[in-house]
């Protein structure tokens, strides 16, 4: 299993100086990867994921940069293919992009689709779309949702193509995540309780593999909490044997402060 950080944006985590600071702190200490949140509404102020992971790309060498997740449908493909591509540039081919439908909630607040069902659809012929015009030759579209006519988009990505693990829960999101890179799910709330349990995991990715149509990598990437160390070793074994790829150790303001946050950080991946 692979480490990486989960820092959600929120209040003073969502300045960009922070998050070089816990980046670069992860990077020496071991992790390998950040998965930021992407959300535009919060009371206590929300940072811009696309400017963090771009500081944090360009101040690091090695680790993952990955959104976590990105309402596609809030987005106009093409402005998100070029936002996608810049930061694979910038950060030498280390992009994972993790896409979603987003809240409800938000998405009322500032007047797009609040049908689920809806975003669903934006999604699926919104990334059938990325891949087209991360291929840079010519792509004509007339869909439901989007259309495109003789757009070619250039420069293209470091990567052959940039991987794309998809978030949610729902059996339509899990059959979903079958067909891209990866699945990107929590298993703990904001109090840090667990709520999705290794069984639970299990079953889950099982459903995945039924809608599985290749034999290529897939990654299963979640969050967590854990302390230094060894002392939660079995239950990160117990997460790892249910098929998790990733640990995100997750890093928020209502764990602790930015200090306790950076101490858990420096102290290293689990185990």
């Known amino acids: 299993m692979q480490y990486g950080i989960e820092v959600v944006p929120f209040g003073q985590f ?18 390998e990867g950040i998965w930021v949140w992407d959300h535009i509404l919060f009371p206590y102020g929300v940072g811009d994921p696309w400017v963090i992971l771009s500081a944090v790309a360009a ?35 280390r992009v994972v992009f993790g ?7 938000e998405f009322a607040q500032i007047g797009g689709p609040g049908d689920p069902r809806v975003r669903g659809a934006m999604l699926d012929e919104g990334l059938e779309l990325l891949i087209n015009l991360w291929s840079g030759t010519p792509v004509t579209h007339e869909g439901t949702y989007y259309t495109l ?48 349990s290794p069984q639970k995991l299990a079953e889950e990715i099982m459903y995945i593999d039924t809608y599985r149509t290749n034999t290529t990598s897939f990654d299963v990437a979640i969050d967590g ?37 950076l101490d858990r950080i420096s102290a290293g991946p689990p185990g």
């Open 59 to 93: 101040s690091t060498e090695e680790l993952k940069i990955i959104t976590g997740v990105s309402p596609l449908p809030r987005y106009h493909v093409t402005v998100l293919a070029r936002l996608l591509t810049s930061l694979d540039i910038l950060s030498r081919g």
């Open 14 to 31: 969502g300045d960009p100086k922070v998050m070089i600071e816990f980046a670069h702190t992860a990077e020496e200490a071991g992790w």
């Open 99 to 105: 896409a979603g439908l987003g809240i409800d909630h």
């Open 149 to 196: 006519r003789d757009v070619t988009a250039v420069p293209t990505p470091i990567q052959p193509q940039i991987p794309i693990w998809v978030g949610g829960e729902s059996n339509a999101a899990l059959r979903r995540a079958a067909h891209w890179d990866g699945w990107i799910i929590g298993t703990i709330n904001e109090k840090c309780e667990i709520i999705r």
């Open 225 to 261: 909490v854990s302390r230094p160390g060894e002392k939660d070793t079995e239950l990160l074994q117990q997460y790892e044997k249910a098929g998790a790829t990733w640990w995100f150790e997750g890093i928020f303001g209502l764990r602790g402060s930015k200090e306790e946050m």
